[in-house]
């Protein structure tokens, strides 16, 4: 069955440091991953997908992300994080049906 | 406005009763979806829908009902609450088009108290 690893629950930056959080996933096939943001209150929103191709994606507000295959990994990658960045991240495994199957999240605390 | 909408946001309901969370989407969306947000679980399925009068179950269907008459609207019904459905419920479409995008796109979710 598919499923998503995501191994950090919570994660502190300081404002300005560079960020990376992890993601691992199995799935029998080429998969379709995504890193979605969710904001206190809010639905998810969409940052990055990769689909196939280059395995370096770019995501909107700044984020990217690298597939590794070998590593079965789709870490979620920020250069320098600011206070807004501070949300939940989850990671996801598209597979048949447009279903996804989501981690279980990681907070992101942005410290001054 | 264009969007996907859930109503209510907030519910407190007691054990026993029915309730139902409506979702509606302008998009025309072929595919719906409700999942459930729990700490330490993430977000699980419930069901989706692929098309008006096509639904199936997801990863934790017990306990509740969908339909799907028309596109646009995706209801979930909880027959008959409890406490382990005190959750933050979201829905979510997707164009679900050939190429398996799969990017969902998710209401602002419900959040259900059953007391």
């Known amino acids: 069955a598919q499923s998503v690893t995501q191994p950090d629950i919570h994660i502190t930056v300081s404002e300005g440091a560079s960020l990376e959080l992890r993601c691992n996933y199995s799935y029998g096939a080429t998969p379709y991953l995504f890193w979605y943001v969710q904001s206190p209150g809010q639905g998810l929103q969409l940052l990055l997908k990769y689909f196939s191709g280059d395995t370096l994606v770019q995501g909107i507000k700044g984020f990217e992300a690298e597939f590794k295959r070998s590593q079965s990994s789709f870490n979620l990658r920020k250069p320098s994080v600011h206070w807004s960045d501070a949300a939940e991240y989850f990671c996801a495994v598209g597979t048949g049906f447009q279903k996804l199957v989501f981690g279980t999240g990681t907070r992101l605390l942005v410290s001054p | 406005d264009a969007g996907i909408t859930q109503s209510p946001r907030y519910k407190i309901t007691e054990t026993g009763r029915q309730v139902t969370l409506m979702c509606h989407q302008t998009?025309?969306?072929?595919?719906m979806f409700w999942y459930r947000q729990d700490l330490g679980h993430g977000l699980r399925l419930i069901y989706y829908?692929?098309?008006?009068?096509?639904?199936d179950k997801g990863e934790v269907p017990d306990g509740y009902v969908v339909s799907r008459s028309k596109t646009e609207n995706f209801p979930l019904t909880l027959e008959s609450a409890t406490r382990s459905q005190t959750s933050v419920y979201f829905c979510?479409?997707?164009?679900?088009?050939?190429?398996?995008?799969?990017?969902?796109?998710f209401g602002e979710g419900s959040r259900l108290t059953v007391l």
């Open positions: 829908s692929a098309a008006a009068d096509i639904t």
């Open positions: 998009w025309s969306h072929s595919y």
């Open positions: 979510a479409s997707s164009e679900g088009v050939g190429a398996g995008t799969g990017e969902l796109f």
